[in-house]
Nanobody
Framework: QVQLVESGGGLVQPGGSLRLSCAAS????????MGWYRQAPGKQRELVAS???????YYADPVKGRFTISRDNAKNMVYLQMSSLKPEGTAVYYC???????????????WGQGTQVTVSS
């Protein structure tokens, strides 16, 4: 069993900051990439940022320069520091991990339950 648990969401004013955390636990042999997606009401889920084990990162254009993704590989955790938040950033943010449960397992995607981020005055 593998669990991804997010925390850190909440209500923040435009221009404010939030830090999301995600902890992966359970039967995990190896993690490749970890990332954050978001889904706003009535919209499709979209990739916000991702980080590979080797350290390379990706950011969606709308968040470049404002969001920073980081990982603690020893703890199987990923973080998303969000600054200069805008109302259009209101969404449920989901943690994602591409991992193997055993040395012989295939790589599979796992998801957290999501954490709500609301940017409003």
């Amino acid at each position: 069993q593998v669990q991804l648990v997010e925390s850190g969401g909440g209500l923040v004013q435009p221009g404010g900051s939030l830090r999301l955390s995600c902890a992966a636990s359970g039967s995990i042999f190896s993690i490749n990439s970890m990332g954050w997606y978001r889904q706003a009401p009535g919209k499709q889920r979209e990739l916000v940022a991702s980080s590979s084990t080797g350290g390379s990162t990706y950011y969606a254009d709308p968040v470049k320069g404002r969001f920073t993704i980081s990982r603690d590989n020893a703890k199987n955790m990923v973080y998303l520091q969000m600054s200069s938040l805008k109302p259009e950033g209101t969404a449920v943010y989901y943690c994602n991990a591409d991992l193997r449960r055993t040395a012989r397992s295939e790589w599979s995607d796992y998801w957290g339950q999501g954490t709500q981020v609301t940017v409003s005055s």
